[in-house]
């Protein structure tokens, strides 16, 4: 059959071997995952945390990204670009949003609850509302996915508000 036909990309590629990477970092008795097949608004997947065998509610939203060239900077942290319409997204929703983050030569993959840098860090939030495309986050090298998992358990386990008056999200559990 001759004809145009779909070509695969680098793209797909890194995208596709930074999930077989994440998702066997995830304790299977401990963890779900849901992936998107609707529109994407920069969730890739929900990962949903079991409680003693219980589904409680506890999820966080993820959006994963590959890269072969991670490179630590001053600080311990990974510096990456994500686009604003995915940040702005992420602090308004009230389910965690996180940032996964897999390096495709070490295999270790990174996260960073995005609601809470923009909380933290007041100077990068306000940046969201300038008129660019892209912003860059700092992921820290001590943000691991792996065995222990408490501090994505206590991620799941919180939520947000979105404060319209005052243009700021604000973390309500956790």
Same mark, same amino acid.
């Given at each position: 059959m001759s004809g145009a036909f779909p070509k695969d990309s680098p793209g797909r590629r890194a995208e596709t071997r930074s999930f077989q990477i994440l998702f066997?970092?995830?304790? *299977?008795?401990?963890? #779900?995952?849901?992936g998107q097949d609707h529109h994407d608004h920069?969730? #890739?997947?929900?990962f949903e945390h079991i409680d003693n065998g219980e589904y409680k509610g506890h999820r !966080? %939203? *993820?959006? !994963?990204?590959g890269s072969s060239s991670l490179? *630590?900077?001053k600080?311990?942290?990974i510096a990456f670009p994500i686009p604003v319409k995915t940040a702005n997204y992420a602090v308004c929703c009230?389910?965690?949003?996180? %940032? &996964? %983050?897999?390096?495709l030569q070490s295999q270790i993959a990174y996260y960073l609850p995005l609601q809470d840098y923009f909380i933290a860090n007041e100077?990068?939030?306000?940046?969201?509302? *300038?008129?660019?495309?892209?912003?860059?986050?700092?992921?820290?090298?001590?943000? !691991?996915?792996?065995e222990e998992d408490s501090d994505l358990i206590a991620i799941a386990k919180?939520?947000? &508000? &979105?404060?319209?008056e005052q243009d700021t999200p604000i973390k309500i559990g956790g």
């Open positions: 066997p970092k995830f304790n *299977a008795d401990r963890w #779900d995952f849901i920069g969730v #890739d997947y929900t !966080i %939203l *993820a959006q !994963i990204k490179k *630590a900077g600080g311990g942290y009230k389910t965690p949003f996180v %940032l &996964f %983050l897999v390096d100077e990068r939030y306000e940046k969201l509302s *300038a008129n660019k495309s892209s912003i860059t986050v700092y992921v820290p090298v001590d943000n !691991i996915v792996g919180s939520g947000y &508000f &979105f404060d319209e």
